[in-house]
């Protein structure tokens, strides 16, 4: 289980999150959502310590900060929003940074499998020789997936479930490597690992996620399942604008249309 | 052609045939190292004898150093006591120097840092100049005490100095801005050039002489006795480097996602910063300084070879002693009966190329 207790966040004089509880577990996604600059990387990078935060972050019981830099990677994986390479690595040499990454579970010849199963994971595979600097931004994304698979491969470990923390997963994907990617994220929790997503895609939260974390300037707004955070009013009052929400039936979560961005005192203002 | 056939040297032959296809540059790496190391060893033996005594029995002299036949106590003191040093600081400061580019360029994440572009060797160059012109004043008991290693520590002291500095000013929450690294290595060059000119305004005549040759940047001047204060200060520096391999590839990708794969960034950062300072201090304090050799060197082998470091480390100490090798060799040619200092011979090659790398990232420049 990894929970956050109390984490505040304050950027000069900004609060940026005030107070922020929340419990994600393993086996589950669990989608941190809410508008532009509500805290949602912020509180990602606070658990894992990117961001220098007060509170306590939780790794089953016990203090993130507390481990060693190596027994974190491999008890959880980041992948960030985006990131620059400094020197022009192939697909195959990043994705392979991962292998080296916190403790290694695998012989030696499985673990040189792996960088091209993860690749073939993402729908990469064919892209090992190419340079990362000469791909488009979604497959460069899905390079970092490959590497941050690579580095948890399995999602449980010795008996402790291992973490993917994902900041933005599918912002730069067309349509069909959402759903890929997310698929990912889900097999991953459903072999027993655990995974939380900051999520821009409420209808893809819907689809894929077990639980959600709404924030609203710095604060948890709701927290549960889909059907019980993503409602009419949850939504046009963080996001200031109205919303329709309704539930297709192949979908069982809510399916949300964007109405008018008029909706709510003070946002048009 | 019987050797072809041989399964190691043709499997080796046709992953060097089709390697971009895999996006894996080892093997192709692998054999670059062969290839460098039987060049390195090709170029040491030149190097002995090359040279205005051209009639020297080199192999003799070495053979009889070990026992084996005999040679003329002539050429047993041209091979022992003159080129050996003078090859042997060549290779060592050339590895060096290599290394300490590829290191800086990691940890700076940027293929333009070099020690000598960013004021680190005209900092060790200055605690150098301090040593011989003050060294004097210092407690005899002291004096006593650090020896003969009161020059190379000197020097390692200002170019750790100057790269600490560097990248305090360079860096801001976790970033490190090319720009202000650049402009603060120019600032921090020149500070500690006024610093040094005002020493040499300073000095005697016996430490003019001294100083005089650091501007050049020579191995003209090798010793034994100089390869020995410095050369295992060099080779300790040199051997830490391996260690910093995962973590230079790691953070190519950013502080944070280095950290994210569970690199103890902070440490690592110290311990390239002390390595650098440590090979290029110690370069300095025998050879003045020698410029290029740090840029040149791992951007040629990141082209053929790609920049994963753990490979990238040791090609770069193989082709950086190649390369200081081979430009002593034309500094004792090109002028000859005289030499040019080889400074001067890096620079000349190493100018444009950095021109030329310069102007391909410009992009990179501008951010």
């Not at chain 1, 609060?15 to 994600?24: G, P, R, T």
């Not at chain 1, 655990?194 to 609203?216: E, P, Q, R, W």
């Not at chain 2, 540059?25 to 033996?45: D, E």
Request: aromatic share 6%; net charge positive.
């Amino acid at each position: 289980m990894l929970q956050a207790k109390n984490i505040t966040v304050t950027f000069g004089q900004r609060q940026v999150l005030q107070s922020v509880d929340f419990e994600a577990r393993p086996g589950e996604l669990t989608a941190i959502v809410g508008p532009n600059g509500s805290g949602k990387t912020t509180l990602l990078k606070a658990i894992t310590g990117e961001v220098p935060s007060t509170g306590d972050a939780l790794l089953d019981g016990r203090l993130l900060s507390d481990m060693s830099s190596v027994e974190r990677a491999t008890r959880r994986a980041v992948l960030p929003q985006s990131g620059t390479v400094a020197f022009p690595f192939t697909v195959l040499e990043l994705v392979r940074l991962g292998l080296t990454s916190g403790r290694g579970t695998d012989s030696r010849t499985a673990m040189e499998a792996l960088p091209h199963k993860a690749l073939a994971r993402v729908g990469l595979r064919g892209f090992e020789g190419r340079f990362v600097q000469d791909l488009s931004g979604g497959e460069r994304q899905r390079v970092q997936l490959a590497r941050v698979l690579v580095q948890i491969w399995d999602p449980v470990l010795d008996g402790s479930s291992r973490w993917l923390l994902l900041d933005e997963p599918v912002s730069a994907l067309d349509i069909g490597h959402q759903l890929v990617v997310m698929e990912i994220a889900r097999d991953f929790a459903q072999a027993g690992g655990g995974v939380i997503a900051v999520m821009h895609d409420l209808n893809l939260t819907s689809m894929f996620a077990h639980k959600v974390i709404l924030l609203n300037k710095g604060k948890v707004q709701s927290t549960g399942t889909p059907q019980h955070v993503l409602t009419n009013e949850n939504l046009s009052m963080c996001y200031g604008c109205a919303v329709r929400t309704n539930t297709p039936p192949p979908l069982g979560g809510p399916w949300i249309l964007p109405q008018a961005a008029s909706c709510a005192a003070g946002f048009a203002e | 052609m019987a050797f072809v056939s041989f399964p190691a040297v043709k499997r080796t032959l046709i992953t060097l045939r089709t390697p971009a296809q895999q996006g894996d540059r080892t093997a192709k790496s692998f054999a670059l190292q062969a290839g460098l190391l039987v060049l390195l060893l090709l170029m040491m033996l030149l190097s002995l004898g090359w040279g205005a005594a051209s009639d020297t029995d080199v192999l003799g002299a070495i053979g009889a150093k070990f026992g084996v036949g005999s040679a003329s106590a002539r050429d047993m003191s041209i091979v022992w006591d003159i080129r050996m040093p003078r090859m042997l600081t060549a290779t060592v400061v050339g590895a060096a120097l290599a290394v300490s580019g590829a290191v800086m360029q990691g940890l700076f994440r940027n293929p333009l840092a070099d020690p000598g572009l960013v004021g680190i060797s005209a900092g060790a160059g200055f605690g150098a100049v301090v040593a011989i012109v003050l060294g004097g004043f210092l407690p005899v008991a002291l004096l006593g005490l650090v020896g003969p290693y009161l020059i190379p520590l000197a020097a390692f002291f200002g170019g750790w100095a100057s790269t600490l500095i560097l990248y305090r000013i360079a860096t801001r929450g976790g970033r490190t801005s090319v720009i202000t690294m650049l402009l603060a290595g120019i600032a921090l060059g020149a500070l500690t050039g006024a610093a040094t000119g005002f020493l040499v305004y300073r000095a005697d005549d016996d430490q003019l002489r001294d100083l005089t040759f650091w501007g050049m940047g020579s191995v003209a001047g090798a010793s034994w006795f100089k390869l020995m204060t410095a050369g295992p200060i060099i080779i300790l520096a040199l051997v830490a480097t391996p260690f910093l391999a995962r973590a230079l590839d790691a953070l190519a990708l950013g502080e944070p996602v280095a950290e994210h794969m569970g690199i103890d960034v902070q440490r690592m950062k110290r311990i390239s910063i002390l390595s650098v300072a440590a090979s290029v201090g110690a370069s300095v304090a025998i050879t003045g300084g020698i410029g290029f050799v740090g840029i040149v060197v791992p951007h040629l082998l990141r082209l053929f070879q790609g920049p994963v470091h753990r490979m990238l480390l040791p090609n770069a100490a193989l082709l950086g002693a190649v390369f200081l090798l081979i430009a002593d060799m034309l500094s004792r040619v090109v002028v000859a009966p005289a030499e040019l200092p080889v400074g001067i011979v890096t620079a000349t090659v190493g100018g444009p190329f950095f021109l030329w790398i310069l102007l391909k990232n410009r992009a990179m420049l501008d951010v």
